[in-house]
């Protein structure tokens, strides 16, 4: 069962605009909602992560919306690069579930110059 | 400095020959994890350690086994390679299992089956 879903599959942005990746959860459990990037050929890496007791958090260029009634957050690229092309993953967590990640399906960005 | 390092970042075995992937890490963390991750899907966790204590997730195949020698290093072992375990495998870390510390990843070591 996927619990976490994530849309699109695919992105393409030009440079400069705003990439929006959105993904929605099941469980109400979840207490940390982490966004990992990653390069082809890397590992995943963190970008940015929310806690449910905020609606939004921004570091630099990157906005993670919360919408803990919708069940959904997302994540805003401002000022889309091409540096930024990558798979953007979503994930969830519960605290007292051993920090385990459930990830989203992941969004194949490509950011065109 | 690279602070979850995976050897070797590629590997190539025969179908059924043993083979066994390498994990090391300078955080001291308590938690190393190990995620199998296919081709344009997310990673998928096969198991972890808290210390010494290993916690298999239900649906990990037999196949695959681990062990943590030390703090520093742990091992991916797959006792019998099929080729559906073609992937790439991906060694984690984090500090504890609680506080929603986060997973820091290798690069990976991509694993093919002749």
């Known amino acids: 069962q996927q619990q976490v879903k994530q849309s699109p599959q695919s992105l393409i942005v030009q440079k400069g605009g705003i990439s929006i990746i959105n993904c929605a959860y099941e469980?109400?459990?979840?207490?940390?909602f982490p966004w990992y990037q990653q390069f082809p050929g890397k590992g995943p890496a963190l970008l940015i992560a929310?806690?449910?007791?905020?609606s939004e958090k921004k570091e630099g260029r990157f906005t993670i919306s919360f919408n803990k009634s919708a069940k959904q957050f997302s994540l805003h690229i401002m000022d889309s690069q091409p540096g930024d092309s990558a798979t953007y993953f979503c994930?969830?967590?519960?605290?007292?579930?051993?920090?385990?990640?459930?990830f989203g399906g992941g969004t194949r960005l490509m950011v065109k110059p | 400095d690279a602070m979850v390092i995976q050897n070797p970042r590629y590997q190539v075995t025969q179908f059924g020959k043993p083979v066994t992937l390498s994990c090391s890490q300078t955080?001291?963390?308590?938690?190393m994890y190990w995620y199998q991750q296919k081709s344009s899907q997310a990673p998928k966790l096969l198991f972890h350690?808290?210390?010494?204590?290993?916690?298999n997730e239900a649906d990990t195949p037999d196949n695959f086994q681990s062990r943590r020698p030390n703090t520093s290093f742990c091992f991916l072992d797959i006792r019998s390679p099929g080729l559906g375990d073609a992937a790439m495998y991906l060694c984690?870390?984090?500090?504890?299992?609680?506080?929603?510390?986060?997973?820091?990843f290798g690069d990976g070591t991509r694993l093919s089956i002749l």
């Open positions: 955080l001291n963390h308590n938690v």
């Open positions: 984690a870390t984090s500090r504890d299992l609680t506080d929603n510390q986060p997973q820091h």
């Open positions: 469980n109400t459990a979840f207490d940390y």
């Open positions: 350690y808290y210390d010494k204590d290993f916690n």
């Open positions: 929310i806690r449910p007791d905020v």
């Open positions: 994930a969830a967590s519960l605290n007292n579930a051993g920090n385990m990640l459930t």
